[in-house]
């Protein structure tokens, strides 16, 4: 089982990052293969609506340091994305990536049979962190790109989530959090 984990906050040891990496560690004990990006490392531009992946290529046509993102991706079983909310939103690091993936479309798309380029059977998993404590806030980020991926072809899609962590102490005594991280791992894993 490969896995492909995007970190999309600037901070490296920060909250959504420490969620995935309990992620990832508990899938790696089941025997996943695990591969990771710091996005916020990354030298890359988001989608030039310059549709090269529809006209010229079955990829997007863009060099820069996301082709190698996009392509592990291809080959992942597993991608986790994982994000601080801001402004009600995923970072602007991960949110280039999401646009990126337009490229995974068929030509045709909206009433093609099979709108994406994407082989085998993909899950996504949602790794979220809000500074704001109340549940009801900004829960349409979720579904709305569960409905993406899953038109590019991923079967599944899971949300941890986080809320009331601004700071990375924050997190600390929240083992809720921590154990479903440890059992989402487990059931797509193990």
């Not at 030039?48 to 079983?77: I, N, P, T, W």
């Not at 093609?112 to 980020?141: C, M, Y």
């Not at 579904?143 to 949300?159: H, I, N, Q, V």
């Amino acid at each position: 089982m490969n896995i492909v984990c995007l970190y999309g906050s600037p901070r490296v040891k920060g909250n959504s990052a420490a969620i995935a990496g309990a992620f990832c560690e508990a899938a790696e004990k089941n025997g996943a293969a695990v591969r990771s990006f710091v996005l916020n490392k990354l030298n890359f531009r988001g989608c030039q609506a310059c549709y090269g992946c529809k006209r010229k290529s079955d990829k997007c046509v863009l060099k820069d340091d996301l082709a190698e993102v996009l392509e592990a991706v291809r080959g992942a079983d597993i991608l986790v994305m994982a994000s601080p909310v801001y402004y009600g939103e995923v970072s602007s690091q991960l949110k280039a990536f999401i646009d990126r993936t337009f490229s995974y479309l068929v030509p045709g798309y909206a009433t093609a049979p099979k709108p994406h380029r994407l082989e085998g059977r993909k899950s996504l998993v949602l790794i979220l962190s809000q500074g704001n404590p109340d549940e009801k806030s900004f829960t349409d980020i979720f579904p709305r790109y569960a409905t993406f991926f899953k038109w590019m072809g991923f079967e599944t899609a899971d949300l941890i989530r986080a809320c009331g962590v601004m700071e990375p102490e924050d997190l600390k005594g929240r083992a809720d959090v921590f154990a479903q991280a440890h059992a989402l791992a487990q059931r797509l894993v193990g």
